[in-house]
């Protein structure tokens, strides 16, 4: 049925994992869906650490909303971006537009925080949320080892030769891993006065153990595959200052000076700036990060049209701990959303509040190394890879990504080969 017969107006901000699933679940409900996003295209974040290492390249992990959309027709696809909320009247205020709405649904993720030094910070250690900050760290990443070759100086290439990066979660330690394998296989034959596999990798984190959302015994698991691969983790440490010639680490009462161009940051998150404009404009209540509290179904207090999912939201209503900002809790909201609208719409009972059915946690250092946690089933090495492998290919959204990601893979287990090492945007 097309979207202007249909009376009922959902409006979903926001393209990412939360806000596809809410579209995609409510692809035969009597509603008039209209998703909107500054991207043309849903992004497979989780991945976005090997376009950053070369592994894959941006188009094999991005699907065109439109065309994962094309089969909803009672779906369109906005391509904007969200200014404002005028919630008296129910209007979503675009940039160039308004869009009405009846229930509104926020999935508009987060992004970095460098905990009060953004200015000073921020252009010297990228994060990997976006296509542009993947690209951006490759370039990087390739361009030290570069300089690095034709550098002299034994102190200055040294430099060059040091990574840090800062936070021992999932992303920073597949960043770590990723870049182990770089120096000591991808590039290890393809320089003539530098061995890559003399680059010093430091990872960061400011927990006793790295991925301190895993269990002891992974933890301890991971942090032996990171060595394996060169890695070298430093726990219980923070980093106190970032300039463009090195990094000061304080662990303790001791501070230590390294010396590096090469900074990434995978430490900490906050919240879109639409978490701001809910407090202003609906009174949301909001955490320290800047996620929106939300009611056991989602909802804003005191709004039951409107719906916080995804990364801005912070639900404490399972638990001591509120939900962790991964993809599956996304997926999970935004079906649980979808759902409940399409109950309200047709007159049915309201669901039970939402809660979240943890399938396991997974995270990967490289080849054959992996962890993965599925309630007292601890494993690691070469069933949790695989394990890692299989999961990530099936919850690519289209069958064109999922042959194009296997077949690269394949390509590059073989072959030990990154293919897609192109540095890109500047001058080295």
């Known amino acids: 049925m097309p979207t202007n017969e249909l009376q009922h107006r959902v409006v979903i901000v926001g393209g990412g994992f939360g806000g596809l699933y809410a579209a995609k679940s409510l692809k035969r409900a009597p509603v008039a869906v209209s998703v909107i996003d500054r991207r043309n295209f849903h992004l497979f974040q989780p991945l976005l650490y090997q376009v950053a290492t070369g592994a894959l390249s941006p188009g094999e ?32 205020i675009l940039r160039d537009g308004e869009a009405p709405y009846d229930d509104l649904i926020i999935a508009t993720g987060a992004t970095h925080f460098y905990f009060g030094h953004d200015e000073q910070w921020a252009p010297l ?19 030290a080892f ?50 890559p596999r003399e680059a ?3 990872l960061v984190e400011g927990e006793p153990r790295v991925l301190p959302s895993f269990p002891p015994d992974l933890s301890a698991k991971a942090e032996q ?59 949301a209540q909001l955490d320290k990060a800047g996620r929106v509290i939300v009611e056991p179904d989602l909802s804003v207090k005191g709004h039951p049209e409107i719906f916080v999912i995804g990364d801005l939201a912070s639900f404490n209503h399972q638990g001591e701990r509120q939900l962790p900002g991964v993809a599956p809790v996304a997926m999970q909201e935004g079906r649980y959303v979808a759902n409940l609208i399409r109950d309200r719409v047709e007159g049915k009972a ?24 599925f309630g007292k089933l601890h494993i690691a090495g070469f069933l949790a890879w695989f394990t890692w492998v299989f999961v990530h290919l099936m919850y690519l959204v289209e069958f064109d990504n999922r042959v194009l990601v296997l077949t690269e893979w394949v390509h590059n287990y073989i072959t030990r080969n990154r293919g897609a090492r192109l540095i890109t945007g500047g001058k080295p």
Request: aromatic share 4%; hydrophobic share 45%; charged share 25%.
């Open 61 to 92: 992990i991005a699907s065109p909303l439109r065309v994962v959309l094309r089969n909803n027709r009672n779906t369109e696809v906005l391509l904007g971006e969200v200014t404002d909320l005028d919630v008296e009247n129910r209007r979503v």
């Open 200 to 202: 010093h990798i430091v």
């Open 125 to 143: 250690a990228p994060g990997l949320k976006t296509v542009e900050d993947a690209t951006e760290i490759r370039s990087r990443l390739l361009v």
């Open 146 to 195: 570069e300089r690095a070759e034709r550098e002299h100086d034994a102190a200055k290439r040294r430099a060059w030769l040091n990574f840090v990066i800062v936070g021992g979660g999932p992303t920073g330690v597949e960043l770590a891993g990723a870049l182990g394998e770089i120096a000591n296989d991808t590039l290890r034959h393809d320089f003539r006065h530098i061995d």
């Open 350 to 373: 309201a669901p039970a509040a939402f809660h979240y059915f943890n399938k396991g946690n997974l995270a990967t250092i490289g080849r054959n190394k992996a962890v993965a946690e």
């Open 225 to 283: 595959q990171l060595i394996a691969l060169g890695v070298q983790a430093r726990t219980a440490a923070r980093v106190t200052a970032i300039d463009p010639d090195g990094v000061t680490v304080k662990t303790g009462d001791r501070e230590e000076r390294i010396a590096t161009h090469t900074v990434l940051w995978a430490a900490g998150v906050r919240a879109s700036r639409m978490g701001k404009v809910l407090a202003e404009r609906a009174g």
